[in-house]
């Protein structure tokens, strides 16, 4: 089971922008990919993007191609989310997650490990 710790939330401004880490403890990385999610005050939680570990392949959903770019850095075990010209649209608490399966995966109920959570406030 992988320890997730994110960070980097806050509060900015519309078309500023914010790097959020996830970073996953305990030793070898044992997932497949990792994923960004997010869910706004009174909706449902909703896939944003995921990086798969090894080959680095990556998926967006579309209200963040073109804004936010994940990436991952091997040895550190983290994954980022680069989010720029932020929208008041965007404001969540993101939750970074681990799934080991094959496949590329959007639905949250696949992934096994979930980081706590960063909130990100976008102001108009």
């Known amino acids: 089971q992988e320890q997730l710790v994110e960070s980097g939330g806050g509060l900015v401004q519309a078309g500023d922008s914010l790097r959020l880490s996830c970073t996953a403890s305990?030793?070898?990385?044992?997932?497949?990919?990792m994923a960004w999610f997010r869910q706004a005050p009174g909706k449902e939680r909703e896939f944003v993007a995921l990086?798969?570990?090894?080959?680095?392949?990556?998926y967006y959903t579309d209200d963040v191609k073109g804004r936010f770019t994940i990436s991952r850095d091997y040895f550190q075990n983290t994954v980022y989310l680069q989010m720029n010209t932020v929208k008041p649209e965007d404001t969540a608490v993101y939750y970074c997650?681990?799934?080991?399966?094959?496949?590329?995966?959007?639905?949250?109920?696949?992934?096994?490990?979930w980081g706590q959570g960063t909130k990100v406030t976008v102001s108009s």
């Open positions: 305990g030793g070898t990385f044992n997932g497949n990919m």
């Open positions: 990086i798969f570990w090894n080959s680095q392949v990556t």
């Open positions: 997650a681990v799934r080991r399966g094959v496949g590329l995966e959007l639905r949250g109920a696949r992934y096994g490990d």
